[in-house]
Nanobody, 128 residues
């Protein structure tokens, strides 16, 4: 049974920072790409960032480039999302997910159906 557990969400003022963690169990994520998505109030879930199983290859939604950084610690089976310069429009529930296929190197990082396991989400609220 694969489980992903997000943590690190909370309430922060605009301009502040948060670091989200996603701890995986039941699957060694070292050979899997991992993604972060978010669901804003009243909106569809959207792609935020992803990290390939290959070291150093990352992908970002345009609006978070330069502010968010995705990273991974394979030894801890954990993925992180460092969020800096937070804005009220970043307020959302943030989810991590693991890619279906090992060693994935294609372009479909933003497609939800390409991920098979999801965490329960962690709330991030940015006040103005």
């Amino acid at each position: 049974q694969v489980q992903l557990v997000e943590s690190g969400g909370g309430l922060v003022q605009a301009g502040g920072s948060l670091r989200l963690s996603c701890a995986a169990s039941g699957r060694a994520i070292s050979t899997y790409g991992m993604g972060w998505f978010r669901q804003l109030p009243g909106k569809e879930r959207e792609f935020v960032a992803a990290i390939s199983w290959r070291a150093g290859i990352t992908y970002y939604k345009d609006s978070v480039k330069g502010r968010f950084t995705v990273s991974r610690d394979n030894a801890k089976n954990t993925v992180f999302l460092q969020m800096n310069s937070l804005k009220p429009e970043d307020t959302a529930v943030y989810y991590c997910a693991t890619k279906r296929s090992r060693f994935y190197s294609g372009p479909l990082w933003q497609i939800e159906s390409e991920y098979d396991y999801w965490g329960q989400g962690t709330q991030v609220t940015v006040s103005s």
